[in-house]
């Protein structure tokens, strides 16, 4: 089955500096590639996605790459802010699947 | 619009007891899914409805969980027997589109404590 790795596992940056969040899929199949944010005791919230036909998609701050042949993804979040601060999940899902597979997630803290 | 609810947000059990975990997913989707998530861990799929319909229970850990979707629209997941592996946040998500394709929308998932 799938397998998604995630890098760093935290991340702390300061007020205005840029985050980068990587992942890596096992499965060649996979074609959508969701980015969810988790504040505490709250649900996953979708931020930003991306299908396999495209290489980079952008949303004011924040931006997403993906390299298919290297079977990686990024997220990309730029002049952060406090309220950035939470945990970011990545998650890959194949062509003729439906579950999202997820990786362990990255606890962002943004410094005032 | 309203989004996924579920209910009870929180439940403590005591070793040995039956849960059950209810989930209202947003009016007119047909897909739903139930999702585990461990203590600093990401979710991990648990199974998966299309209207009522359960097309897929691959990811439930034991014959103690049982989840039904009878109407096509509200879901609960029953845990058996409750132990304390089984402590852990169980999300619920649905979308709009069959097969699952579409995106995901999770509701704010019921904490379990087992005892």
């Known amino acids: 089955g799938e397998n998604v790795e995630q890098h760093p596992s935290t991340l702390s940056v300061q007020e205005g500096d840029s985050a980068v969040i990587k992942c890596t899929y096992s499965d060649s199949a996979s074609n959508y590639f969701p980015w969810y944010k988790q504040e505490l005791g709250k649900r996953p919230q979708l931020i930003i996605d991306i299908r396999s036909n495209v290489g980079e998609k952008k949303d004011q701050r924040i931006a997403v790459t993906l390299n298919k042949t290297a079977k990686h993804f990024s997220l990309h979040i730029t002049e952060t802010q406090p309220e950035d601060s939470a945990v970011y999940f990545c998650?890959?899902?194949?062509?003729?699947?439906?579950?999202?597979?997820f990786g362990k997630g990255t606890l962002l803290t943004v410094n005032p | 619009g309203a989004g996924v609810s579920q209910s009870p947000r929180y439940k403590v059990a005591k070793r040995g007891q039956d849960v059950a975990l209810r989930c209202d997913p947003i009016?007119?989707?047909?897909?739903l899914f139930w999702y585990q998530q461990a203590l600093g861990q990401g979710p991990e799929f648990l199974t998966y409805f299309q209207n009522e319909a359960q097309l897929d229970k691959s990811g439930l850990p034991s014959d103690r969980f049982f989840a039904e979707r009878p109407e096509g629209s509200v879901s609960t997941l029953k845990i058996q027997r409750t132990q304390q592996e089984d402590s852990a946040v169980y999300l619920c998500?649905?979308?709009?589109?069959?097969?699952?394709?579409?995106?995901?929308?999770f509701g704010p998932g019921t904490r379990l404590l087992v005892l």
């Open positions: 009016s007119g989707h047909v897909s």
């Open positions: 998500a649905s979308s709009s589109t069959s097969g699952g394709q579409g995106t995901q929308y």
């Open positions: 998650a890959a899902r194949g062509g003729s699947n439906y579950k999202l597979t």
